[in-house]
């Protein structure tokens, strides 16, 4: 049986999403595009296309080893009819999903590699860093004397 990895995982359940959200882009009321119960939220229109945004903005932040509000993403205009959301949606995410097929699974273990650092250098200036993947020493001893209190009561 092979294991998939993190991103193999987050792929799978990335894609399983942006299909439900192309069935809720799909629902929208086509008249209704400028549609704002909330006069200083945005319209359905607005709001459904900034899913597209994060889409769009997320990965290519993380294909382009950066993140700054200046940086655009091609091809992001928003389209101005109901009608044309859900199509260019599917467009923003398959751009997405392409600027990701080349990230490896190493690549997400970036923050792990440094969280690892960090717990070290806890331990080293005398703290007790916290048992990520399992107990630490100071844990498991405290998961043995409570054994073996509840083995003497």
Same mark, same amino acid.
């Given at each position: 049986?092979?294991?998939?990895?993190?991103?193999?995982?987050?792929?799978?359940?990335?894609?399983?999403?942006?299909?439900?959200?192309?069935?809720?882009?799909?629902?929208?009321?086509?008249?209704?595009?400028?549609?704002?119960?909330?006069?200083?939220?945005?319209?359905?229109?607005?709001?459904?296309?900034?899913?597209?945004?994060?889409?769009?903005?997320?990965?290519?932040?993380?294909?382009?080893?950066?993140?700054?509000?200046?940086?655009?993403?091609?091809? =992001?205009? %928003?389209?101005?009819?109901? /009608?044309?959301?859900?199509?260019?949606?599917?467009?923003?995410? $398959?751009? #997405?999903?392409? +600027?990701?097929?080349?990230?490896?699974?190493?690549?997400?273990?970036?923050?792990?590699?440094?969280?690892?650092?960090?717990?070290? =250098?806890? %331990?080293?200036?005398?703290? /007790?860093?916290?048992?990520?993947?399992?107990?630490?020493?100071? $844990?498991? #001893?405290?998961? +043995?004397?409570?054994?073996?209190?509840?083995?003497?009561?």
């Amino acid at each position: 049986m092979t294991h998939r990895n993190e991103i193999e995982t987050f792929r799978e359940v990335w894609n399983f999403e942006a299909e439900s959200t192309l069935q809720l882009l799909e629902a929208l009321p086509s008249d209704q595009y400028d549609f704002r119960p909330d006069p200083k939220g945005r319209s359905i229109g607005e709001l459904a296309w900034h899913l597209s945004e994060i889409d769009a903005c997320l990965t290519f932040a993380i294909a382009e080893g950066r993140f700054s509000f200046e940086d655009e993403p091609p091809d =992001l205009k %928003r389209p101005r009819e109901v /009608a044309l959301l859900a199509p260019g949606y599917r467009r923003v995410h $398959e751009q #997405a999903r392409a +600027r990701l097929a080349n990230v490896r699974n190493d690549q997400l273990d970036h923050l792990i590699h440094h969280r690892a650092q960090l717990v070290l =250098l806890c %331990r080293m200036a005398g703290g /007790a860093p916290p048992g990520l993947y399992g107990p630490n020493r100071e $844990e498991m #001893a405290e998961m +043995r004397d409570r054994m073996a209190a509840a083995s003497k009561a």
